[in-house]
């Protein structure tokens, strides 16, 4: 392992074992100061939050993009501060921490039997949405995490989400499309964040006017498996509740090819997300390249 790797893990290691054990507004104080100081420094992540807010609010000033990426930094440090305290929240603080809207989407289709999945893009606070799912509805899912260096970073984080009552899979070795469909196929529930393609293999859509690529898993499981897809989007507010709504589902179109049903159904995917995102910029945790007109064709997304 290099030391980066030693350095990062132990960086992790070191926000679970000790954020957790914070006063709740010590660590809200805590990660707004961090947020603050990263902003200012306008590292990589920072400039590249705001190059990918300028597409989801054309037209807006450097001043307005500076106001998006600095919220869109406390946004994101509240995401983590959150992320390490959650093992030790109480079942209550669970169950108040998260109030979706239209929620009948999820049980309706639950309570069928055919299998669900959710799919999400990178807003707010997805492990806590996953929590409440666990407590509040008491009901396991299947996820996919992609794969972090070093292992045993990965391995923190597969830990920490089956902790919260999360079966994870990783994203690759090839294996988890097929126990995803059983699970489906099962009448279970999968949940998967599905706004930035890993694999440089995905679906073209049209996202804030330019070409991006999306994976094409959530389409091709609800058509293997016949199991309902309905997308998620997540906020915060001023309050210390994360706020979410589940969209309607997403049908498999009646006519053409696999392939033709994919795009259409990712394309049906990527305007729900859209819809959030432009509601809630600063809640969009995107600090990676994501259209296409920004990745280097030879290293794929990054």
Known sequence: MSAADRFADALYGLGWSTVKKLPEPVAVRLGRTIADAAWKRRGKGVRRLEANYARVVPGASPERLAELSRAGMRSYLRYWMESFRLPAW????????????????????LESGRGVILALPHLANWDLAGAWVTTELETPFTTVAERLKPESL?????????????????HSGGAAFGTLARRLRDGGLVCLVADRDLSASGVEVD????????????????????????????????????????????????????????????????????????????????????????????????
């Open 90 to 109: 109480s079942a209550e603080r669970v169950r108040t921490g998260f109030t979706p809207k239209d929620l009948h989407h999820l049980t309706e289709g």
């Open 207 to 302: 996202f804030f006017g330019e070409r991006a690529r999306m994976p094409a898993g959530p389409a091709l499981l609800a058509q293997h498996t016949d199991a309902l897809l309905l997308p998620v989007t997540l906020w915060y507010d001023d309050s210390p509740v994360m706020r979410g709504r589940v969209h309607p589902p997403i049908e498999v179109p009646a006519s053409g090819t696999r392939a033709e049903r994919t795009s259409v159904m990712t394309q049906a995917l990527a305007d729900a997300f859209a819809t959030g995102i432009a509601e809630h910029p600063e809640d969009w945790h995107m600090l990676q390249r994501l259209w296409l007109a920004d990745l280097d064709p030879a290293k794929g997304p990054s």
């Open 154 to 170: 990965y391995d923190r984080f597969v830990a920490y989400r089956e902790g919260l009552g999360m079966e994870v899979l990783p």
